[in-house]
């Protein structure tokens, strides 16, 4: 299935209907917290059936491939990338956000900084990368 590269998330729910019959789809608290969405903003909606199979949406520029396994990480090792520090992690090191949310940890960074790294290590949900450079 190929997926836009203007995804903001992915996630798994339950399309509800309403007493009003409208039907509704609950965005998962992480989605807000991670700065993907904001809350009363309009977004499309892309539906994918739970069986695998594609239901239609509008959007059909799409890029980037997906395997059945749930998203696959915007990084990859030995990629090196542009990132700005955006917080800090519970053992002190830099947190960057980069595609959908994705977590990047940089050690012995600092809130603001804009740094060059390249990725070391890449999990389903988080990476870590080194500073190769400042940024400024």
């Known amino acids: 299935m190929e997926i836009s590269e ?3 998330c992915l996630f798994s729910a339950e399309v509800r209907e309403t007493d009003g019959g409208e039907y509704v789809v609950d965005v998962p608290s992480r989605e ?7 809350p009363g903003e309009t977004y499309r909606v892309a539906l994918v059936a ?7 949406a509008d959007d059909a520029d799409a890029t980037s491939t997906r395997n059945d396994d749930g998203p696959q990480p915007p990084v990859e090792p030995g990629e090196m990338r542009y990132v700005e520090i955006e917080d800090l992690g519970k053992q002190g090191d830099g947190i960057a ?16 900084e804009r740094v060059k790294i390249e990725v070391t290590e890449v999990k389903s949900n988080f990476a870590v990368g080194e500073v190769v450079e400042e940024a400024g």
């Open 50 to 56: 739970h069986d695998g199979g594609t239901a239609s």
């Open 97 to 112: 956000r980069v595609e959908r949310g994705y977590v990047i940890i940089v050690p012995d960074t600092e809130v603001g």
């Open 6 to 8: 203007k995804l903001l």
């Open 32 to 38: 807000i917290d991670t700065g993907s969405l904001e």
